[in-house]
Nanobody
Framework: QVQLVESGGGLVQAGGSLRLSCTAS????????LAWFRQAPGKEREFVAA????????YYADSVKGRFTISRDNAKNTVVLAMNSLNPGDTAVYYC???????????????????WGQGTQVTVSS
């Protein structure tokens, strides 16, 4: 099994930056792709960004394109979500998720991922 642990959340002012990390352990050789989702209070979980474990492909939600960057630290089995120009609309619990096989057309669907972390809170104040 793959275990995922998120870190790096916190409170930041609008316009600020945060870096979230997702560290994978266990059967990491089975990971095909890893993604970030977020869920704000009273809202459905939504896709943020994803990348293939090889790092060859990345995907972004339109709402974060140009502000967020997803990347992988191969040596640490860690995926980083660098978030810039944050606004209150980015406030949510951010979840890391992985899958052993991703149909590229469905990268944005939470059902495409079968392992999830516990989530980390990001709060952006105005």
């Amino acid at each position: 099994q793959v275990q995922l642990v998120e870190s790096g959340g916190g409170l930041v002012q609008a316009g600020g930056s945060l870096r979230l990390s997702c560290t994978a352990s266990g059967r990491t050789f089975s990971i095909d792709s890893l993604a970030w989702f977020r869920q704000a209070p009273g809202k459905e979980r939504e896709f943020v960004a994803a990348l293939t474990w090889s790092g060859t492909s990345t995907y972004y939600a339109d709402s974060v394109k140009g502000r967020f960057t997803i990347s992988r630290d191969n040596a640490k089995n860690t995926v980083v979500l660098a978030m810039n120009s944050l606004n209150p609309g980015d406030t949510a619990v951010y979840y890391c998720a992985s899958t052993s096989f991703l149909r590229s057309s469905y990268y944005y669907l939470s059902g495409s991922y079968d392992r999830w972390g516990q989530g980390t809170q990001v709060t952006v104040s105005s």
